[in-house]
C-alpha cells in the first residue's frame, strides 16, 4: 500500500497522480500534513514535476474528455478528505475504458468524482450570489467569504465581467487567501489578517437600507424558516449583509 | 387623492414601496446575457442571492416606483380606497439605489414595478426615465424586469423591450368575469393586449437577430405574467388551460402563481383563514409538467376532475390513472416515457439515458442515479425485474406510496397541515 505524498499544490498533485496511476491497485494520494500514519503504509514524496503533470492532464483529457478534466479539476478543488485518492481511481478507470467512462454513472468510481465536482460546482454557483461586497475608504469593495470548498478560483471570471470597473477583493479568510482585482488585473495571494477596515462613510447607510428592504420583503403569512434555512444554510449567514 | 409625506427619508419610501411589491412571486435574473462595456451583466441561469424568512429568493430590487393608484382593484394592497401611506420614488433614486445594491452583489438587476399614478401613460414613461437613467447614466448591464402598465401607449411599451430584459403584465385574475367583479378598470382586452404586443415584438426580434446581429434586442429574457390563486372560483384546471394556452399561443417564459394572502377585507373576496400555499404548489408542479415533462393539460385535468389532488403529486396521479402504460423497462424506454415515471426528474432521465450506453441498469443502480425510488419502484422495471408490489393496482400503490408519506400508517390523521409542510419543503416557487 503506497501512499504519494504531495505539498497542497495542484501540479503537486497531478505529479502524484501520474505516480499513482504507475504504481497500480491500492496506492492512495494524500497531502503532506494531512496523511494518517498507517501500519503498512509506505510513504513516498511525489515532489513537483512540471513534465509529470502535464502527462497526467493530458492522459484525463485524451483518454477521457474535457468534462473529464473539468470533473478532475472540480473534485480535486472540493478539498474533501480523500478525494485525491477518489480522483486517481477514477483516471485510472478512464485510463482503462476511456471516454465511456464519464457516461458510467452508477459506478461508485465515478459517482464520487462526479458528485464532488457537482458539489464545488454548486457551492460556486451559490456564492456568485452569497458574496457581499463593502465599500472601503479608498472605493475598493471588500468581502470575506468562508466556503466549505475552494471555489475562490471559480468565481473571479464572473465578478471580473460584473465589476470590472471597479477594485475588488474577495478574501477566503478560511483558506487565508484572497482574489484581487486592481486596476483590470487580477491576482491570487496569501492574505490572513486584514488590517482593520476603513469603510466609505456612505456604506453603512447603504447596508441598513439593504437589511431593511430584506425584512420587508418576506410574507409574514407565509413565513417558512425551514425552506429559508435549506437555501442559505446557517453557515453561510456570517458573511452575509442582511443576517448580520 | 394621494397625500405624500414631504421630504419622507429613502429608508422609509423604500420601506411602503418594496412592501408594495412582494406580493408579486416573479424573482427570476435568468434568460439574458447581457455584458459588455460599463457595470453588471446577466447570467442566462440566473443567480439567487439571499432567501427571506418565507423561503422566497431574492434575486432582484423588487419595488414600485409608486403605490399611488387610480385604480381600485379589490385584492390589491395599492388600491385606491386603502389610505395606506404613500411613496413616490424619482428615477435618480430608483437608479441610485439599484447601482449601490448591485455593486455590493445584493441583487442581480431591478424589478421595476407601480401603481398608476395620473395615467398609465405618465406612468411608464417615468419608469422608462427610471431604467434609462439606470442603463445610459450609469451604463448598468445588469438584469431589468419592467412591468408594463395595461393602457399605456404602445410606443412605450416597444420601448419597455429595448430597456428591459424582460417584460410582464400581470393577468392576476384567470377570466374576465373575475377581473370585473374585482378589477372594475380592468379588462381581459386590457391586460390581453399589451402581452400580444409584446409577444409579436419579441419573436420579430428574434427572427431578425437571426439574420442582422446588429438588431437590438427585444425583451432577450422574455414574458411573464401572474395569476392570482384563490381569490375567485376559477377551477385549477381553467388555470393549466390558461397557462398552456400563454405559453404555447404567446410564447411566455413564465407564468407565476401567487397564493391570495387576505391583506385587505373586502365583501367581494372570500374569506381564507391562510393563503391556499399547497394549491399553490400543485399548481407549480403541473406547470412544470407542461413546460418540461411533455404533458398536456387535458392529460392532468380533465371536466370530470378540475383540481389539482392535494394529497399526490399530479405526476403520480397521472400515473395511477394510467397504470397500464407500467412498469416501464428502464433500459429500453424513450426519454419521454422515463420523464413520465413518479421519481424520475429531467436530471435523473438524463442520466439513465446516459448510463444505460454504458451497460445495462439495473434496480439498485437507478438510486445511484438519482431517482426517488421509493416512489418510481411502483413504475419501473430495470433488466425485467420489479420491486413493487405484486398484483399492481392502483389502489395498491395508492396505499404504499400514502405509506412513505406516513410511516405510521395512520392515514385518517393525514392533516392538511402536514401536508403543506410535506409538500412545501421542495417548492419551486419563484424559482428559475
New interface residues.
Given amino acids: 500500500m503506497r501512499t504519494f505524498l504531495y505539498d497542497g499544490s495542484f501540479e503537486g498533485f497531478l505529479t502524484a497522480l501520474s505516480l499513482g496511476l504507475e504504481g497500480g491497485d491500492g496506492c492512495s494520494i494524500s497531502k503532506e500534513n494531512a496523511a494518517e500514519p498507517g501500519l503498512f503504509s509506505e510513504y513516498v514524496n511525489s515532489g513537483v514535476d512540471p513534465k509529470r503533470a502535464a502527462a497526467a492532464r493530458d492522459l484525463v483529457e485524451r483518454r477521457g474528455s474535457a468534462e473529464s478534466w473539468q470533473h478532475a479539476r472540480f473534485a480535486f478543488l472540493s478539498e474533501v478528505q480523500g478525494a485525491e485518492t477518489a480522483i486517481l481511481d477514477y483516471v485510472r478507470l478512464l485510463a482503462e475504458r476511456g471516454p465511456i467512462a464519464d457516461s458510467m454513472l452508477a459506478d461508485d468510481r465515478v459517482k464520487k468524482v462526479h458528485g464532488l465536482a457537482a458539489s464545488v460546482g454548486g457551492e460556486a454557483h451559490m456564492f456568485k450570489g452569497f458574496v457581499r461586497f463593502k465599500e472601503l475608504a479608498d472605493k475598493t469593495l471588500y468581502s470575506k467569504i468562508e466556503p466549505d470548498h475552494n471555489i475562490l478560483p471559480l468565481i473571479t471570471g464572473h465578478f471580473r465581467a460584473r465589476l470590472g470597473e471597479f477594485n475588488w477583493v474577495i478574501h477566503d479568510v478560511r483558506r487565508g487567501k484572497a482574489a484581487l482585482y486592481f486596476k483590470q488585473r487580477l491576482i491570487y495571494a496569501p492574505l490572513t489578517a486584514a488590517r482593520a477596515l476603513e469603510f466609505d462613510g456612505k456604506e453603512a447607510e447603504v447596508q441598513a437600507l439593504w437589511k431593511h428592504f430584506f425584512k420587508t420583503a418576506a410574507i409574514k403569512e407565509r413565513t417558512n424558516p425551514k425552506l429559508q434555512r435549506q437555501n442559505v444554510p446557517l453557515k453561510y449567514r456570517k458573511n452575509l449583509t442582511e443576517f448580520e | 387623492m394621494a397625500c405624500y409625506t414631504f421630504y419622507m427619508d ?2 422609509k419610501k ?2 411602503i414601496l ?2 408594495s411589491a ?2 408579486d412571486a416573479s424573482c427570476a435574473s435568468s434568460g439574458s446575457d447581457r ?1 459588455g462595456k ?4 446577466a ?1 442566462m ?1 440566473g ?13 432582484l ?2 419595488i414600485l416606483m409608486t403605490n399611488e393608484c387610480v385604480y381600485d382593484c379589490a385584492y390589491c394592497v395599492n388600491r385606491r380606497s386603502n389610505d395606506s401611506p404613500k411613496a413616490i420614488l424619482t428615477p435618480d433614486e430608483i437608479a441610485g ?1 439599484t447601482f ?2 448591485y ?4 441583487i442581480e438587476g431591478l424589478f421595476l414595478s407601480s401603481g398608476i399614478v395620473v395615467s398609465p401613460d405618465h406612468t411608464m414613461e417615468l419608469m422608462l426615465k427610471a431604467v434609462r437613467k439606470l442603463r445610459e447614466t450609469f451604463r448598468f448591464n ?1 438584469y431589468v424586469h419592467m412591468k408594463v402598465i395595461p393602457g399605456s401607449d404602445q410606443s412605450l411599451i416597444d420601448q419597455a423591450g429595448l430597456w428591459a430584459d424582460r417584460v410582464s403584465v400581470n393577468i392576476e385574475l384567470p377570466t374576465d368575469k373575475s377581473l370585473r367583479l374585482l378589477a372594475p378598470g380592468k379588462t381581459k382586452e386590457t391586460v390581453l393586449r399589451p402581452m400580444n404586443r409584446l409577444a409579436q415584438r419579441i419573436s420579430a426580434a428574434k427572427d431578425e437577430r437571426r439574420s442582422i446581429k446588429s438588431t437590438p434586442a427585444f425583451a432577450p429574457a422574455g414574458q411573464s405574467t401572474q395569476l392570482i390563486i384563490g381569490a375567485t372560483p376559477e377551477t385549477d384546471r381553467e388555470i393549466i388551460k390558461l397557462s398552456e394556452a400563454l405559453y404555447d399561443k404567446m410564447r411566455l417564459k413564465r407564468v407565476y402563481y401567487s ?1 391570495f ?1 387576505p391583506v385587505m377585507k373586502d365583501n367581494r373576496l372570500p374569506a381564507l383563514l ?2 391556499p ?1 399547497l394549491r399553490e404548489h400543485r399548481l407549480y408542479q403541473a406547470d412544470w409538467l407542461l413546460r418540461f415533462y411533455g404533458f398536456t393539460a387535458d392529460e392532468l385535468l380533465d371536466e370530470a376532475h378540475p383540481a389539482l389532488d392535494l394529497t399526490f403529486d399530479p405526476k403520480t396521479v397521472w400515473a395511477l390513472n394510467n397504470l397500464d402504460k407500467f412498469p416501464l423497462e428502464v433500459n429500453k424506454a424513450s426519454y419521454e416515457e422515463i420523464l413520465r415515471v413518479p421519481g424520475i426528474g429531467v436530471t435523473s432521465a438524463k ?1 439513465i439515458l ?2 444505460r ?3 445495462q ?1 439495473a434496480l439498485a ?1 437507478l438510486k ?2 438519482g431517482v426517488v425510488m421509493k416512489r418510481a419502484v411502483y413504475f419501473v422495471t430495470a433488466g425485467g425485474k420489479y420491486g413493487g408490489v405484486k398484483k399492481e393496482s392502483e389502489e395498491a400503490i395508492k396505499v404504499k406510496l400514502l405509506e412513505h408519506k406516513n410511516p405510521n400508517g395512520q392515514l385518517n390523521l393525514f392533516s392538511e397541515s402536514e401536508l403543506v ?1 410535506e409538500g ?2 421542495g ?1 419551486v416557487t419563484g424559482q428559475l
Fill in positions: 429613502l429608508d423604500l420601506e418594496a412592501d412582494k406580493y455584458g460599463g457595470t453588471g451583466s447570467h441561469s443567480v439567487c442571492h439571499s432567501w427571506t424568512s418565507d423561503g422566497r429568493c431574492i434575486s430590487l423588487k439605489l449601490e445594491f455593486k455590493r452583489n445584493y445588469g397564493a394572502v391562510e393563503p400555499l442520466r446516459r448510463a450506453r454504458a451497460g441498469l443502480d445511484k442515479l409542510k412545501l419543503t417548492t
